[in-house]
T-cell receptor, first 114, second 116 residues
Framework: NAGVTQTPKFQVLKTGQSMTLQCAQD?????MYWYRQDPGMGLRLIYY???????DKGEVPNGYNVSRLNKREFSLRLESAAPSQTSVYFC?????????????FGPGTRLTVT | AQSVTQPDIHITVSEGASLELRCNYS??????LFWYVQSPGQGLQLLLK??????LVQGIKGFEAEFKRSQSSFNLRKPSVHWSDAAEYFC??????????????FGQGTTLQVKP
């Protein structure tokens, strides 16, 4: 049981380049999330998916798109990277039927945009 | 609006000393509260959580936290800090978001440094 996995671990992009961050979970969770972590700002929600086939915006969605490919996988795409998107990106998932909001996090992707 | 505040950005304690990390929240209903820890270069690991019952909750690695409704606080404590506790600590509150979906609202984080 690998939990939540993310690829790649590190990435350097030039301004304007595109890339997709991959996330997968093997815990049969319905809800999945993408956060970004910036110094002094905690984690902020970019997008989430309540279930397979649905996605919705979080607090900071501009410049990002997502795809919930199936129940296991939730990808985050940067179409035209900007230096402001330099951050650490975390994917998380949440078990179905629990009322306490606990989420399980992946190890993160550290992205630098130059 | 819901929010979480961690007043201390950086704390340094000596190994073996006691630790208290502060967390204040703003939430209208009964809060679901969490403490997560992030070791350098790692993801977030759940230390403990509270959503009902005993207001003093025990977590992993010898941590505990006390929910005080009157003070809107959920402070994290450890009686004796180990060098391996050096990490960033995040307090979070669970909130309903756009229907039935839940989300976590995080504080800014507190970086703990442990002196030998």
């Amino acid at each position: 049981n690998a939990g939540v996995t993310q690829t790649p671990k590190f990435q350097v992009l030039k301004t304007g380049q595109s890339m997709t961050l991959q996330c997968a979970q093997d815990m049969n969770h319905n809800s999945m999330y993408w956060y970004r972590q910036d110094p002094g700002m905690g984690l902020r929600l970019i997008y989430y998916s309540a279930s397979e086939g649905t996605t919705d915006k979080g607090e900071v969605p501009n410049g990002y798109n997502v795809s919930r490919l199936n129940k296991r996988e939730f990808s985050l795409r940067l179409e035209s990277a900007a230096p402001s998107q330099t951050s650490v990106y975390f994917c998380a998932s949440r078990p179905p039927g629990t009322g306490d909001y606990e989420q399980y996090f992946g190890p993160g992707t550290r992205l630098t945009v130059t | 609006a819901q929010s979480v505040t961690q007043p201390d950005i950086h704390i340094t304690v000596s190994e073996g000393a006691s630790l208290e990390l502060r967390c204040n929240y703003s939430y209208g209903a009964t809060p679901y509260l969490f403490w997560y820890v992030q070791s350098p270069g790692q993801g977030l690991q759940l230390l403990l959580k509270y959503f009902s019952g005993d207001t003093l909750v025990q977590g992993i690695k010898g941590f505990e936290a006390e929910f005080k409704r009157s003070q809107s606080s959920f402070n994290l404590r450890k009686p004796s800090v180990h060098w391996s506790d050096a990490a960033e600590y995040f307090c979070a509150v669970g909130a309903r978001f756009k229907g039935n979906t839940g989300k976590l609202i995080f504080g800014q984080g507190t970086t703990l440094q442990v002196k030998p």
